[in-house]
């Protein structure tokens, strides 16, 4: 409760709300409601109240008759006509905030559109951008009249003209950027030519984006019975969870669409989540090809004013289907009928900042209290889901074999040690002395495609054109100032770059300490495009990582050039490994399959074997067969020897038999507690008295089944200039956990001075 002095004293049996403001703390504030906003006020609506010294946008959480005690202020304005959060939303809400021991104010924030409960809310009304517009008006001056008219006024015939070419409207914004003044544009208005006024702008995002016209294919038999099950599921009062086990081009694709049309056949909106901004275009025009302008996109790729606009869209009714990355798991679909998560086993829907809520969890839950259908899907399901598909939590269907009948590629080991070649089971392997970025193996295939004109696919799940910089003579490597991390090199920048707080700084010419020479080591994907450069110099090579991809739709030019055949060798990292269906590729080529393998990760096998099946799967997908080249120094890891021969089954068998003894999940629940600071001294400290007192915590209130491990350096244990320890939970069940956490967070969540826990509910990563 706000308890400022300056407050206002309650009267008795005012009305009061419980609002929650994007701030992090564990509680909601009390506001007394006047008159004329409480006639009004409900839950889900937007309210600005005064906090501290200053006014704050926040989101009515609860209204009621209630007497608090001590003083209590007044709210200020109520910025929505009608609740722009749900009652489901809430919902939904409110129970990430509790699972994941999260803020409210920040779940809100986190559901919403950018800048909704930003602190000033005077662009945004709740239903979208409001702009000044210039409109012609109906009596408009013939050609031989505009003489007469507009005499010496140049300028604003010209204007005039301009707006006639833009179809006769346009905002002040946009004819500003063509040159014209406001005093220019005005004399319209007072001539008569022209009203100015103040109307809602709809942008349209896919400008210059248009749906390919697609065939409308004819599921195969597997496909139609997978449809025809979930379309019975879509049908009941309680359809749960399905996982759809698909190998790469079985046509998981196709059984979404037809799943949405089902849905809105029957009146009901969905959702499609894709882990990928770079998969969107595509995903999107796949999808309006079928579905026209009933789909709105989100995602942070777009423009705050496009993504309103399109969360507008659908909470209006006016479009029934959203997609989008994690944060669309909270679009405002009504009448849901569908969620499906395409990729889930992806670590990209968990948000890494606070709320830390995982979109898979948030999806099965919304779908279950909504009574729609949460559809996983995937050729290589995370463990959590496999596990709950064999338990029978989940519905399990697999498309077991591709649409085209054309078998999956022939995986090779590359053996880049050096020395005699051990063979690896199901694959052949095969030495590359010295370990080069193409090895000789990978170097004739790659020829050989280009002969045939066929395409390539290269990944190398590491940027820029070094990993360190490193003096010859005393060993010194170059390291970000505000992260334990060794800057990497981009040449084309000439910069040395922190991955991880961003710091960059000019490459040294020499040590600063023993005034020798330096050398460049490791090798990122900036360095691959110049050895594939040097050694093919005919062929088209795009590149796309991070540093390719930082303008809007950059993701879908590069691919469109791709599907074009403008482009004989597509080079990225892990953003090319994922929904790409290029029928020329039949060579994909992996530069080093150890850079995940080597992470100080429980999961760092699950990634590495996931990503190695996913990009492997982008070959072969047309008439000619696939061929996979794996560089590696560690070709007798079963994650490898699994990828090899796309054994999914036994790699999750043999993994969930690695994670039994040390209790990670799925077998127990886990989560991570990180305390940072700027000194090492004051973390460590904290990170122990805090890891005691939940030990403490467990002991007195005989939490049975609920241990903690550590407290430890995180693996990172600097990053961006907060030294960093953690220790972790492990839990039986997730009830006891929470309550815990709960606890924790209450009691310990706000420590003093420049001090932090953040508290990481079911982590994708440790590091």
Known sequence: MDKSSNGARMTRSAPTCEVALPRPVYQTFTYILPEEIHRRARPGMRLRVPFGKREAIGCIDTVSEGEPSGRVRSALELLDPEPILSPELLDICRWVARYYVAPLGLVFRAALPPGLLAESADESDGGGLVRKVLRLSQHLPTLEERERVFGRAIRQREAFEALEELGGASTLVELEGQGFSRSVLGGLVKRGVADLSEERVERDPFRGLEPSAEPRHQPTPEQAHVIEHLTGMLGESAPGSALLRGVTGSGKTLVYVRLIERALESGRGAILLVPEISLTPQTVQRFRAAFGDAVAVLHSGLSAGERLDAWQSLRDGRKRIAIGARSAVFAPIHDLGVIILDEEHEGSYKQSETPRYHARAVAAVRCQREAALCLLGSATPSLESWSNAQSGRYTLLELPKRVTDHPLPHVQLVDIRGGESPRSNGGSGTRAPG?????????????????????????????????????????????????????????????????????????????????????????????????????????????????????????????????????????????????????????????????????????????????????????????????????????????????????????????????????????????????????????????????????????????????????????????????????????????????????????????????????????????
């Open 435 to 767: 370990g080069p970025a193409l090895s000789g193996p990978l170097r004739e295939a790659i020829e050989g495609r280009l002969e045939k004109g066929e395409q390539c696919i290269v990944l190398l799940n590491r940027r820029g054109f070094a990993t360190f910089v490193q003096c010859e003579n005393c060993g010194k490597v170059w390291s970000c100032e505000h992260c334990n991390v060794s800057l990497t090199y981009h040449r084309r920048q000439q910069t040395i770059i922190c991955h991880h707080c961003g710091f960059r700084e000019r490459p040294p010419v020499h040590c600063d300490e023993c005034e020798t020479r330096i050398s460049y080591s490791g090798i990122g994907t900036e360095q691959v495009e110049q050895r594939l450069g040097d050694a093919f110099p005919a062929a088209r090579i795009a590149r796309m990582d991070l540093d390719t991809t930082a303008t809007k739709w950059s993701h879908f030019r590069i691919l469109e050039r791709m599907r074009q055949r403008e482009v004989d060798i597509l080079l990225g990292t892990q953003m090319i490994a994922k929904g790409l269906d290029f029928p020329e590729v039949t060579l994909v080529g992996v530069i080093n399959a150890d850079v995940g393998l080597n992470l100080p990760d429980f999961r760092a096998s699950e990634r590495t074997f996931q990503l190695l099946s996913q990009v492997a799967g982008r070959a072969g997908r047309g008439a000619e067969p696939g061929e996979v080249i794996v560089q590696t120094s560690r070709p007798g890891h079963f994650a490898l020897r699994a990828a090899v021969e796309h054994d999914y089954m036994g790699f999750a068998g043999r993994e969930l038999d690695d994670r039994l003894e040390p209790g990670y999940p799925p077998h127990r629940r886990l989560a991570n507690v990180v305390v940072s600071g700027r000194s090492e001294t004051r973390v460590t400290d904290l990170a122990g008295l805090l890891a005691d007192w939940t030990r403490g915590l467990i002991r007195s209130r005989s939490l049975d089944g609920v241990d903690v491990v550590g407290p430890a350096p995180c693996p990172i244990d600097r990053l961006r200039g907060r030294w960093r320890w953690h220790f972790l939970l492990k839990s039986d069940g997730p009830r006891r956990l929470g309550s815990v956490l709960r606890y924790l967070a209450v009691h310990h969540g706000q420590p003093s001075g420049d001090l932090r826990i953040e508290i990481d509910r079911d982590p994708e990563s440790l590091l």
